[in-house]
């Protein structure tokens, strides 16, 4: 048994989306954010930075922070969705989904979506990397099915939630149709479908 300890948002449902592709049985413990419980002690025990998801593998007693991390482990327990002949290409594009994908798109939610009209700098910036990001993606899946190849691996899974947002973020994904051919192919997957219902209340994939 996997317990995750989420939140719904992009890197809680690459966990959600991973669990449910290995078909590996698991339960949902979930951190509202709202209330802070993310900085409760006990959390932090098991995630330094007060961050979500994270993960207890009740088999051996692991815990582990950081959704990169968490998919890597995931896919080595079940060998799964990271070819060994791969990995190195599989690891570039999980890293630049951690370093650079994920913390720019969610400085755009920030600011275009949470906070409009607090500042026209940030608005603009993040507005601008977002929409760059969206064509480096389309112009890589111009000459690869997947991001890391012909094969769907955790790259993919990990990048895949924060481009099902969007509708936040006013770029119009069907603008860039490599990238969209990329999202409805994986939305489509079953496993997908249900891993982003991360809550079980009835979320349906956004579709361009």
Request: proline share 4%; aromatic share 12%.
């Amino acid at each position: 048994m996997i317990e995750l300890f989420t939140a719904d948002t992009p890197n809680g449902k690459k966990i959600t989306i991973m669990l449910e592709e290995i078909g590996c049985d698991f339960k949902v413990t979930k951190i509202d954010l709202s209330k802070d419980d993310q900085f409760k002690k006990d959390f932090k025990k098991i995630s330094p930075f007060g961050k979500i998801p994270v993960i207890t593998d009740h088999e051996n007693g692991q815990s582990l922070f950081e959704s990169g991390a968490i998919l890597i482990y995931l896919a080595e327990k079940h060998n799964k969705f990271y070819e060994a002949k791969d990995r190195h290409t599989i690891n570039q594009w999980l890293m630049a989904q951690m370093g650079i994908i994920g913390p720019m798109i969610g400085q755009h939610h920030q600011f275009h979506h949470y906070n409009p009209g607090k500042s026209e700098f940030g608005e603009e910036r993040y507005f601008k990397i977002t929409k760059r990001i969206y064509s480096e993606l389309d112009e890589r899946l111009s000459s690869s099915k997947y991001l890391a190849g012909n094969e769907y691996t955790i790259a993919d899974i990990a990048t895949w939630p924060w481009i099902a947002r969007h509708e936040w973020h006013d770029i119009g994904l069907n603008n860039y149709k490599n990238l969209a051919r990329w999202y409805l192919d994986i939305a489509n997957r079953e496993a997908v479908v249900k891993g982003y219902d991360l809550l079980k209340d009835g979320s349906e994939i956004p579709k361009p």
